[in-house]
Antibody
Framework: QVQLVESGGRVVQPGTSLRLSCAASGFTFTLYAMHWVRQAPGKGLQWVAMTSIDGTNNHYAGSVGGRFTISRDNSKKSLFLQLNNVKTDDTGLYFC????????????WGQGTQVTVSS | SYEVTQPPSVSVSPGQTASITCSGGSVGTNSVSWYQQRPGQSPVLLIYEHSSRPSGVPERFSGSKSGNTATLTIRGTQVMDEADYYCQAWDRSTVVFGGGTKLTVL
């Protein structure tokens, strides 16, 4: 079955960097766009970024553009999110999500990795 | 960027029908999906392409769209349906989520 396992979340200070990873299994990774979605404590879902099946076409939410970079390694069935110059508003649970085959929906979600930005 | 609006909360009695709306410009022009998130769990896809259900989603969940408003309907609501529900659309090449609706079954 589809499995998405995130890692890399931790407590960091404002202005620093960290990298999140997502290990995918149970499906043909190269057929699907991938997304990162985050959820601040007690808040709703906020889409962060997506990457196309080959990683050449990436899109970002306005609040993270220029600071975050999404990437993928199809040979390792892995998705990444590089977070630079983090802010306290970046605190939240970061979900790795697989799109559906049409590309319109976010079909499978990981359990999330917690990022806390605090001084 | 487009915003997608949902009511913050909806209440329903067990066995009754609950309706959750989702409105906005991007709703009218793009495919709409719905997600259920129970407390402490990851979201689950409930409805895609306005009205289609993934395998395993109970038939009591249905979706529809008219103009700039999409609606998630839950017929015969059960206590286990108490959760947060999010609609999702697209704004050009970016994903937009509604603010979420907390469904209370009492």
């Amino acid at each position: 079955q589809v499995q998405l396992v995130e890692s890399g979340g931790r407590v960091v200070q404002p202005g620093t960097s960290l990298r999140l990873s997502c290990a995918a299994s149970g499906f043909t990774f190269t057929l699907y766009a991938m997304h990162w979605v985050r959820q601040a404590p007690g808040k709703g879902l906020q889409w962060v970024a997506m990457t196309s099946i080959d990683g050449t076409n990436n899109h970002y939410a306005g609040s993270v553009g220029g600071r975050f970079t999404i990437s993928r390694d199809n040979s390792k069935k892995s998705l990444f999110l590089q977070l630079n110059n983090v802010k306290t508003d970046d605190t939240g649970l970061y979900f790795c999500v697989r799109g559906d085959i049409s590309g319109w929906s976010l079909e499978h979600w990981g359990q999330g990795t917690q990022v806390t930005v605090s001084s | 960027s487009y915003e997608v609006t949902q009511p913050p909360s909806v209440s329903v009695s067990p066995g009754q029908t609950a309706s959750i709306t989702c409105s906005g410009g991007s709703v009218g022009t793009n495919s709409v999906s719905w997600y259920q998130q129970r407390p402490g769990q990851s979201p689950v896809l409930l409805i895609y392409e306005h009205s289609s259900r993934p395998s395993g989603v109970p038939e009591r969940f249905s979706g529809s769209k008219s103009g700039n408003t999409a609606t998630l309907t839950i017929r015969g609501t059960q206590v286990m349906d108490e959760a947060d529900y999010y609609c999702q659309a697209w704004d050009r090449s970016t994903v937009v989520f509604g603010g979420g609706t907390k469904l209370t079954v009492l």
